[in-house]
């Protein structure tokens, strides 16, 4: 035990240092936010508690409703044209010279001044260009600007090149006369006069659009916005949404940055001393080893840290995110109550920053408790899988409850959160592969690989079983032995199964040496007791030869190497000092590389693997001879000190041996004592029928 403590003395500073990182991590990633995000559906009663403005803001119109507005003046706005006197006039004067030089003889002058006047008609009202027929379809009025004043036009009084034509050419006339002049080729004097005033036009338009308003109202300080259980109309929609942005405007101001800064410090500060506090008086064991709290601090930041970028970067909702990984992981690795309070400080910490605080609370401590007490005990992956459909169905209760207390028909429940449940359900499962890089980087065992482990049919204890018999059905007997005694006292009672069937794999290569596969041949007959006893001990060292090269993990191994401690092959000691009574023997010849056990699964293995082996040179198998042989054992195991790096009390002792007496007394299937007919009873004690 003194070992255990220095430890935990030691990594003391460790603890200290793991705190002020995770929370200087986790400070940093958080958003420094305060406006909750609302789910809300228009139609749908308001679910959540009544809004109440904290300021003086203006309500912005629907967008469908403001592009409606803009597209309607738009439809309704006269783009400018400019009229260019100029081309009228030179066509005018190019038709009096036709008329001048070729039509004199030939067309009479009323005709001649019948089409001269409709051509200074069309050229009068404006004559439109081909290219800009897109802009006025639709329009009913043009604005025609001659000099710096401009004119509605009716769009319909306007000629284009074609009507213009037409018009010229239906002037009242001769039909000879009407012949003669279109072979002259008239289109040649109709040109377009009037030129799109682009900038103009589009800074009349922009103005002019300017004036519609993007505020449908004003929402006043202290005015309530929204009461819980309200329908949310169209009307309310745009009032929340307004207020949301103007809300999350505010809080890019430096001041209320800092005084973010400061409430979040206090909160993730006062999370992980709650933690450290919690390890120091309830689970030194952890900070006796690094790895455990690497992993505690390090999976905790971890998942605050993507959380957090999550929120600050992606917009979907956060309950995709399947936060209940970590429960899990923590659960298989750990204990029930530290998986919980290191899951209850992570939800205490994202909680700072996520849209809706008390629902997100509510439903992750939900969940987070099913999660861990649904793997008290992994042994299938399977089981993992039933956790997910718990997580799911824990999820839609919790939000079903929530939703029900607002609203006044089901009809009103948005079904999909139930799909956001589902997808969260299944990202679960990426725990599978989770575990695989967890028991790499930090070197432990899951309870999966233990029980995968304990097969009979693995190769190793397959090999046993072949070549060493008596020591497999030894290894058989100790790992039911060390499995209930730990299941007693509370310790990890699969981890010790699956090592009691490891614990003498380095008989394999010696096996005829040791007496339990001994066939009437004792090869140390014909060995000194140093060379027996250097054979004996080997086993140890063979064994984790074995189990690093079959790959077994190091937390087994570390059973191999202390089920013996640094004990003697006391009989090969004893027999050593018979044979030179005047010689001392060398201890280190006959003792067992160690080191002691300095956990309670590694006592209770000794304590199992001394017992079971003892039992079997008892010369009658009963209570009192059980009884008598488990005292002796254990507390000659405890004199000579093997438990003192143990953190295992006394009592804890007397429940193991309450265990191995009763175990051993069914494995032996012994009876009662009955009394001797011929022993009179003593005075005053009943004869007892049987």
């Not at 929204?226 to 505010?250: C, F, P, T």
Request: glycine share 4%; aromatic share 10%; with cysteine.
């Amino acid at each position: 035990m003194n070992r255990n403590k220095r430890l935990i003395k030691d990594n003391r500073h460790l603890l200290y240092a793991l705190t002020v990182i995770a929370a200087m991590l986790s400070l940093y990633t958080l958003p420094r936010q305060r406006v909750q995000r609302f789910s809300f559906t228009v139609g749908k009663p308001w679910t959540y508690s009544a809004i109440i403005a904290p300021f003086n803001y203006s309500v912005e119109k629907d967008p469908e409703l403001y592009q409606a507005e803009i597209d309607s003046v738009s439809a309704g706005f006269a783009p400018y044209f400019a009229i260019q006197d100029e081309i009228g006039t030179d066509a005018v004067r190019d038709f009096d010279r036709l008329c001048r030089d070729s039509l004199k003889p030939y067309v009479s002058d009323k005709a001649i001044s019948s089409v001269r006047r409709r051509m200074i008609q069309i050229y009068d009202r404006g004559i439109l260009p081909v290219q800009n027929e897109d802009i006025i379809d639709g329009r009913e009025y043009l604005r025609i600007t001659r000099g710096n004043v401009a004119k509605p036009m009716v769009t319909d009084s306007l000629f284009s090149v074609t009507q213009a034509y037409r018009f010229i050419t239906q002037a009242p006339m001769r039909s000879p006369e009407r012949s003669l002049l279109l072979s002259l080729h008239l289109e040649e004097f109709v040109r377009p006069n009037l030129t799109y005033d682009r900038q103009h036009s589009e800074k009349a338009l922009e103005d002019l659009t300017g004036q519609v308003s993007r505020y449908s109202g004003m929402v006043l300080t202290g005015q309530k916005i929204i009461d819980q259980g309200e329908v949310v109309d169209s009307e309310k929609a745009m009032a929340i949404k307004s207020y949301l942005d103007i809300a999350n405007d505010r809080v890019t101001s430096h001041r209320f940055q800092a005084l973010t800064w400061i409430g979040q410090a206090i909160l993730v500060v006062l999370s992980f001393l709650a933690l450290m506090l919690y390890l120091i008086l309830f689970r030194q064991r952890y900070i006796g080893q690094r790895r455990y709290m690497y992993f505690l601090f390090g999976f905790i930041t971890l998942f605050v840290v993507g959380l957090g970028l999550y929120i600050k970067y992606l917009p979907w909702n956060v309950m995709l995110v399947p936060c209940t990984i970590l429960a899990i992981v923590m659960r298989i690795f750990l204990d029930t109550r530290t998986s919980f309070c290191g899951f209850l400080v992570f939800i205490v910490i994202t909680s700072t920053c996520v849209p809706i605080p008390f629902e997100y609370i509510l439903m992750q401590t939900s969940a987070g408790i099913i999660s861990v007490f649904s793997l008290h005990e992994l042994s299938q992956r399977s089981q993992i899988l039933r956790t997910c459909l718990y997580i799911f169905l824990t999820y839609s209760v919790v939000w079903l409850a929530l939703r029900m207390l607002n609203i006044d028909d089901l009809a009103g429940i948005d079904l999909k959160f139930f799909l956001i449940a589902a997808i969260n359900s299944i990202l679960v499962m990426l725990v599978y592969p989770l575990l695989f890089i967890i028991e790499k980087t930090f070197g432990f065992t899951s309870n999966v690989t233990l029980v995968e482990l304990s097969n009979i049919n693995n190769p190793l204890l397959r090999e046993l079983a072949e070549k060493a018999p008596g020591t497999f059905q030894h290894s058989m007997q100790v790992s039911t032995l060390a499995a209930e005694a730990a299941s007693a006292i509370g310790a990890e009672s699969q981890l010790v199964r699956t090592a009691a069937l490891y614990h003498d794999i380095g008989k394999i290569e010696s096996a005829p040496f040791f007496t339990e596969n001994q066939n009437g041949v004792n090869p140390h007959d014909r060995l000194s007791p140093q060379q027996s006893a250097r054979i004996i001990t080997d086993h140890v060292d063979a064994g984790l030869v074995l189990a690093e090269k079959n790959g077994i993990p190091s937390v087994i191994s570390h059973f191999i190497a202390t089920h013996h401690g640094t004990g003697m092959a006391k009989y090969f000691y004893l027999k050593f000092k018979q044979e030179h009574p005047d010689m001392e023997p060398d201890a280190g010849t006959f003792s067992y590389p160690g080191p002691n056990p300095d956990t309670k699964e590694t006592a209770i293995l000794m304590m199992a693997d001394a017992a079971e082996a003892a039992s079997r040179s008892l010369a009658e198998y009963t209570e009192a001879s059980i009884g008598e042989m488990v005292d002796r054992i254990i507390d000659s195991q405890i004199q000579d000190g093997y438990f003192r790096d143990c953190p295992i009390s006394w009592k804890e002792i007397g429940q193991i041996k309450a265990v191995f007496k009763e175990k051993l007394r069914i494995m032996y299937h012994t009876r009662i004592s009955y009394p001797d007919p011929d022993e009179k009873p003593k005075r005053g004690q009943r004869q007892k029928k049987r």
